[in-house]
């Protein structure tokens, strides 16, 4: 900053006191590294106590006292002339902002960073988050969930009981493929939903007994629960819970308030690739559970056929299937793995 | 304060529209670096953002030759929105797991909510100034307890009856407590004039309902006669389409109608406001926004920004009584600059 001379710009505008909302018509000039106000209001300060506004297009910058007061130009264009002559800078912020090429990197960067961190890094903290969350708390989040499903959707179960043994026994006796396999609660419930099998982050899987009796194979049966149980050793339902917060985060910030019609369409979009990738990294558990224990994959391809068989059947899908992989994908990597 | 009006010639008011002088590829530029920084910081730069975002909406937006001014202290700003997150993720979070455990936190924010509002109109408001004076808010706690929480109760109470009357008095307690510098907003739209506006609208929804029902009976009868089916359920999605366009068209007027009741009814010491918003206006400007937004991917959001708010700016005018140039700052005002006093008081902001 050029200390000792007077600068040869002065602006004209008007100053307001902090006291009333009068303009008082003033000068401005720099002297001695001061900022000297002349006219219906006299001072005078040095400059590094003075705030400036940010550089815009169209906005005049004002100067802001340490008292409050303003000082506001008339005419934008001398204004800047003056700070240009105290050699004034702006903050790097300021200038990528009023620069074009630096906008179009931070769009590109914005882009790689967004995608980076959703195919990415998300997935792997959420993974690790899950892990080191102790089980018990997850547990207990998920402890009341079955009752109010039981109260909605669910009646008892009409398996006879010794069947329901017997399929319990069947699964118990199977070796988990890794070590560290959850505790896990077998729960048999008669559905208003049709087929359906899901885990609760409680550690309940439950089975219906349209599901039961649509297999008709109590090794597909068994698939199913190994399936499950996957969900439940990738902590899957905590992960996705996860992922959902930080993209809904990640909407919020960058949708702002443009709206939740604009906004809620993306989220369940963005959604649906980690759904695809839960049921697939359960898919995996499961054949892997099934090798392990010297069980044809044939039995899980029926599984799969038979959900195929649902899929066609009904147009619409079964709720069953509307957040997994269409069967004849999921039966066409199964088939992959298995060569 | 009044002695400082009475001075006033009481001649014709001179009308002084706001302008607005932000534009969309300036915004954008300020948006996407910013956003840029948000993301990287997790979020955490996002309060400085929001801070040169108002100041750059602020700067821009001129009343009688003067711009206004935003003073937000970031670090305020970042402190609501840690608590919103905590408050509102663990509302969700719990609502999620456990039914009663949800209720209780339901409770929580329910009784949290109005102090956060009333904190928040106190930050906003503290923090915006014109002229070198700062706005305020004085409204008491216990009052914001009973607009924010017991009046909207009564609305639930009253199947929706009470909504005008509720509308009114939150609208009432928001300008009557809100001032600049030592001089109080006042509002004089009554009950009434709310009643008759939503039972305007009633009717026209239910004489709208009506007409579409029995054109939905007529035209898919038609259409059934001479193209069976397919032509039935076309005649039925254009009467979606018509429908969703109509109940769009309704909510779009009635926010017009209202916003302009409620301003051409507030007054600032003796100067009033003029507000012109009208339906088409506001569906214009909506439809093409959303539109864009949809067909830009999300680009346009900067501009959509900036068009919304010149519009609802620049259809708001004030009418000077005599001079602006006579109010005076409120006592304690000035002292609190610049982080001290009221400003850290009211140090919390939960609007985004």
């Given at each position: 900053?050029?200390?000792?001379?007077?600068?040869?710009?002065?602006?004209?505008?008007?100053?307001?006191?902090?006291?009333?909302?009068?303009?008082?018509?003033?000068?401005?000039?720099?002297?001695?590294?001061h900022?000297?106000?002349?006219?219906?209001?006299?001072?005078?300060?040095?400059?590094?106590?003075?705030?400036?506004?940010?550089?815009?297009?169209?906005?005049?910058?004002?100067?802001?006292?340490?008292?409050?007061?303003?000082?506001?130009?008339?005419?934008?264009?001398?204004?800047?002339?003056?700070?240009?002559?105290?050699?004034?800078?702006?903050?790097?912020?300021?200038?990528?902002?009023?620069?074009w090429?630096?906008?179009?990197?931070?769009?590109?960067?914005?882009?790689?960073?967004?995608?980076?961190?959703?195919?990415?890094?998300?997935?792997?903290?959420?993974?690790?988050?899950?892990?080191?969350?102790?089980?018990?708390?997850?547990?207990?989040?998920?402890?009341?969930?079955?009752?109010?499903?039981?109260?909605?959707?669910?009646?008892?179960?009409?398996?006879?009981?010794?069947?329901?043994?017997?399929?319990?026994?069947?699964?118990?006796?199977l070796?988990?493929?890794e070590?560290?396999?959850?505790?896990?609660?077998?729960?048999?419930?008669?559905?208003?939903?049709?087929?359906?099998?899901?885990?609760?982050?409680?550690?309940?899987?439950?089975?219906?007994?349209?599901?039961?009796?649509?297999?008709?194979?109590?090794?597909?049966?068994?698939a199913?629960?190994?399936?499950?149980?996957?969900?439940?050793?990738?902590?899957?339902?905590?992960?996705?819970?996860?992922?959902?917060?930080?993209?809904?985060?990640?909407?919020?910030?960058?949708?702002?308030?443009?709206?939740?019609?604009?906004?809620?369409?993306?989220?369940?979009?963005?959604?649906?690739?980690?759904?695809?990738?839960?049921?697939?990294?359960?898919?995996?558990?499961?054949?892997?559970?099934?090798?392990?224990?010297?069980?044809?994959?044939?039995?899980?391809?029926?599984?799969?056929?038979?959900?195929?068989?649902?899929?066609?059947?009904?147009?619409?899908?079964?709720?069953?299937?509307?957040?997994?992989?269409?069967?004849?994908?999921?039966?066409?990597?199964?088939?992959?793995?298995?060569? | 304060?009044?002695?400082?009006?009475?001075?006033?010639?009481?001649?014709?008011?001179?009308?002084?529209?706001?302008?607005?002088?932000?534009?969309?590829?300036?915004?954008?530029?300020?948006w996407?670096?910013?956003?840029?920084?948000?993301?990287?910081?997790?979020?955490?730069?996002?309060?400085?953002?929001?801070?040169r975002?108002?100041?750059?909406f602020?700067?821009?937006?001129?009343?009688?030759?003067?711009?206004?001014?935003?003073?937000?202290?970031?670090?305020?700003?970042?402190?609501?929105?840690?608590?919103?997150?905590?408050?509102?993720?663990?509302?969700?979070?719990?609502?999620?797991?456990?039914?009663?455990?949800?209720?209780?936190?339901?409770?929580?924010?329910?009784?949290?909510?109005?102090?956060?509002?009333?904190?928040?109109?106190?930050?906003?408001?503290?923090?915006s100034?014109?002229?070198?004076?700062?706005?305020?808010?004085?409204?008491?706690?216990?009052?914001?307890?009973?607009?924010?929480?017991?009046?909207?109760?009564?609305?639930?109470?009253?199947?929706?009856?009470?909504?005008?009357?509720?509308?009114?008095?939150?609208?009432?307690?928001?300008?009557?407590?809100?001032?600049?510098?030592?001089?109080?907003?006042?509002?004089?739209?009554?009950?009434?004039?709310?009643?008759?506006?939503?039972?305007?609208?009633?009717g026209?929804?239910?004489?709208?309902?009506?007409?579409?029902?029995?054109?939905?009976a007529?035209?898919?009868?038609?259409?059934?006669v001479?193209?069976?089916?397919?032509?039935?359920?076309?005649?039925?999605?254009?009467?979606?389409?018509?429908?969703?366009?109509?109940?769009?068209?309704?909510?779009?007027?009635?926010?017009?109608?209202?916003?302009?009741?409620?301003?051409?009814?507030?007054?600032?010491?003796?100067?009033?406001?003029?507000?012109?918003?009208?339906?088409?206006?506001?569906?214009?400007?909506?439809?093409t926004?959303?539109?864009?937004?949809?067909?830009?991917?999300?680009?346009?959001?900067?501009?959509?920004?900036?068009?919304?708010?010149?519009?609802?700016?620049?259809?708001?005018?004030?009418?000077?009584?005599?001079?602006?140039?006579?109010?005076?700052?409120?006592?304690?005002?000035?002292?609190?600059?610049?982080?001290?006093?009221?400003?850290?008081?009211?140090?919390?902001?939960?609007?985004l």
């Open positions: 900053m050029d200390g000792g001379a007077t600068l040869g710009t002065a602006v004209a505008g008007r100053y307001y006191d902090g006291v009333t909302s009068r303009a008082h018509r003033v000068v401005l000039r720099v002297r001695d590294g900022a000297c106000l002349e006219g219906e209001a006299e001072r005078s300060a040095p400059l590094n106590e003075i705030r400036v506004s940010e550089r815009s297009t169209h906005a005049p910058r004002k100067l802001t006292f340490a008292d409050d007061t303003v000082f506001e130009p008339d005419d934008r264009r001398v204004m800047d002339a003056l700070l240009h002559e105290t050699g004034h800078r702006d903050s790097t912020v300021v200038g990528m902002q009023q620069s090429r630096a906008v179009l990197f931070s769009l590109v960067a914005l882009v790689v960073v967004l995608a980076v961190g959703y195919l990415f890094a998300l997935p792997a903290g959420a993974k690790l988050v899950a892990r080191m969350l102790p089980a018990t708390v997850e547990r207990q989040l998920g402890d009341g969930v079955l009752d109010v499903l039981d109260r909605q959707v669910f009646k008892p179960t009409k398996l006879p009981a010794s069947r329901r043994a017997e399929l319990a026994q069947a699964f118990a006796q070796a988990p493929p070590d560290g396999a959850p505790p896990y609660r077998l729960v048999f419930r008669r559905s208003r939903i049709g087929p359906n099998a899901f885990a609760l982050p409680s550690g309940d899987i439950v089975l219906t007994d349209e599901l039961v009796n649509l297999l008709e194979d109590d090794k597909a049966v068994l199913t629960l190994a399936h499950e149980l996957g969900h439940l050793h990738e902590r899957h339902m905590t992960r996705r819970l996860i992922q959902g917060s930080v993209v809904a985060a990640a909407i919020t910030v960058v949708v702002g308030d443009a709206g939740s019609l604009v906004a809620g369409l993306p989220a369940m979009a963005l959604d649906m690739h980690y759904s695809r990738d839960a049921e697939q990294e359960a898919d995996d558990y499961a054949a892997a559970m099934l090798h392990q224990n010297g069980i044809p994959l044939a039995h899980m391809e029926r599984l799969f056929t038979t959900l195929e068989g649902l899929e066609k059947e009904h147009g619409t899908m079964p709720a069953y299937l509307a957040s997994h992989p269409p069967s004849a994908e999921r039966l066409a990597r199964l088939r992959e793995r298995a060569r | 304060m009044s002695a400082v009006f009475e001075k006033a010639v009481p001649a014709a008011p001179t009308e002084e529209r706001i302008t607005f002088s932000a534009t969309g590829s300036e915004y954008f530029r300020i996407i670096v910013n956003l840029l920084l948000s993301i990287v910081t997790l979020g955490i730069y996002s309060a400085w953002a929001k801070v975002r108002n100041q750059y602020y700067a821009n937006t001129k009343l009688a030759g003067s711009t206004f001014e935003y003073h937000g202290n970031p670090m305020a700003i970042l402190k609501g929105r840690i608590a919103a997150i905590v408050l509102f993720g663990g509302y969700n979070l719990a609502l999620r797991y456990s039914l009663p455990f949800g209720l209780v936190m339901m409770a929580v924010v329910a009784a949290v909510m109005p102090w956060l509002v009333w904190k928040s109109l106190q930050f906003s408001l503290h923090n100034s014109y002229r070198g004076i700062r706005f305020g808010f004085r409204g008491s706690l216990g009052s914001a307890y009973l607009h924010y929480l017991v009046l909207p109760i009564v609305s639930v109470i009253t199947l929706g009856f009470g909504t005008p009357f509720v509308h009114q008095r939150l609208k009432r307690y928001q300008h009557t407590e809100s001032r600049y510098g030592g001089t109080h907003f006042s509002f004089d739209a009554t009950v009434g004039d709310f009643y008759k506006t939503y039972a305007v609208f009633l026209l929804i239910v004489a709208g309902s009506f007409a579409l029902g029995i054109a939905a007529v035209f898919g009868g038609v259409a059934a001479l193209s069976g089916a397919a032509g039935a359920s076309g005649a039925v999605f254009l009467l979606i389409i018509v429908s969703y366009a109509f109940f769009l068209c309704v909510g779009w007027a009635l926010m017009a109608v209202l916003q302009n009741l409620i301003w051409n009814h507030t007054q600032l010491g003796t100067h009033r406001f003029k507000s012109t918003m009208t339906w088409s206006g506001l569906a214009g400007l909506y439809m926004n959303t539109l864009a937004i949809i067909f830009t991917l999300g680009l346009f959001i900067p501009f959509a920004h900036v068009r919304a708010l010149r519009y609802r700016l620049e259809s708001t005018a004030m009418l000077v009584n005599g001079s602006l140039d006579d109010v005076v700052a409120n006592k304690g005002d000035a002292v609190s600059a610049f982080g001290e006093g009221a400003a850290d008081l009211a140090g919390f902001d939960l609007s």
